[in-house]
């Protein structure tokens, strides 16, 4: 559960009263009118009745410019509130424990385009390269961990989910910089410093089977799953199980030293593990019912969600066919 906080002009006060009380929230208080004649009121609001709230609280206050709403963690409430041991043994809805807007001002971070992601990506692309190079596997693991890639495929997931355009355009600009610039760096890694012959860590970058497509699924549902329930520690597991970097990492090292044709299986294997991700983080949020606010947006993203959907899946599908393919001719 958390605080929201609403501050707003005095004469909304029954208002807000009223939405605090139609929504099961566990309690409801607000302070005297200051001198520019707001009140704050505060609701205490269980997860699962936090974004029925905060959409009552936007459709009333949406002509109100100097109206807020703020949410307010809670480290704990005492005396327990009555249900809360129900709250948290089992779960009664499927929804999501964070809110839409909870989740936009997490994920939408992991999209920007700015000097530290490209200071990220270029040094987890060296720590990779590293590893990659002497077949250390923590400092390889080291690398997924910092996954700087990860982040702008969640945000497009989440954005295709909302129909919000403008954070799919930068959500797929930062991928595709940072992969771009992954790939340049380790190109020039591989030209310096051949791969060849490629240790375990390299070969094990170069062919992808059909367990690695259900390995990458299961790990971008996991992510959204993580994020959508307030699990964010579990990221961390994601992370290593389906990396973005190293098989980048060894694509552009491979290139680099002129082996084509075991560039060609790191290639597949980065693709498989952005589609999957996508694939599987899209249902994820669909299953949340994460979705936008108003009738108009939600026809919007109805759209891109089955739009982004049917790319992701035909290309799996693309991708599922050559697997199948070298299956064949191996």
Not at 75 to 94: D, H, I, M, N, W
Request: hydrophobic fraction near 55%; charge should be negative.
């Amino acid at each position: 559960m958390k605080v929201i906080e609403v501050v707003a002009d005095a004469g909304h006060l029954d208002t807000l009263v009223g939405i605090a009380e139609q929504h099961g929230a566990l309690d409801v208080w607000y302070g005297q009118t200051v001198e520019d004649q707001r009140r704050a009121v505060r609701m205490l609001v269980a997860d699962d009745k936090r974004q029925g709230v905060l959409d009552a609280l936007q459709k009333l206050l949406a002509s109100s410019d100097n109206a807020r709403i703020l949410i307010l963690p809670v480290e704990a409430v005492l005396p327990r509130a009555a249900g809360a041991e129900e709250e948290e043994g089992q779960r009664k809805s499927t929804g999501a424990a964070a809110t839409r807007e909870e989740l936009y001002n997490q994920i939408e971070k992991g999209a920007h385009l700015d000097g530290t992601y490209l200071v990220m990506v270029f040094l987890s692309t060296v720590v990779a390269a590293i590893g990659l190079l002497e077949n250390n596997v923590a400092v390889v693991v080291g690398a997924m961990v910092i996954a700087p890639l990860l982040g702008p495929n969640i945000a497009l997931a989440f954005a295709t989910s909302l129909g919000d355009g403008e954070l799919m355009w930068s959500a797929s600009r930062t991928s595709l910089v940072g992969i771009g610039l992954a790939l340049l760096l380790s190109v020039v890694i591989g030209m310096l410093w051949p791969v060849w012959p490629p240790g375990p860590e390299v070969e094990a970058r170069t062919a992808v089977g059909f367990d690695g497509v259900v390995l990458a699924l299961a790990s971008g549902a996991a992510a959204v799953l993580s994020l959508t329930s307030g699990v964010a520690s579990a990221l961390v597991g994601v992370m290593v199980a389906v990396a973005l970097l190293p098989p980048t990492a060894v694509l552009g090292m491979l290139l680099g030293s002129g082996h084509l044709a075991e560039a060609a299986g790191a290639a597949l294997l980065l693709a498989v593990n952005i589609v999957c991700v996508n694939l599987s983080a899209n249902l994820v949020f669909l299953f949340k019912g994460v979705r936008p606010r108003t009738w108009l947006e939600k026809r919007r993203a109805k759209q891109s969600v089955w739009l982004s959907g049917l790319v992701w899946l035909i290309a799996l599908l693309l991708l599922l066919g050559i697997l199948y393919g070298q299956r064949l001719v191996g």
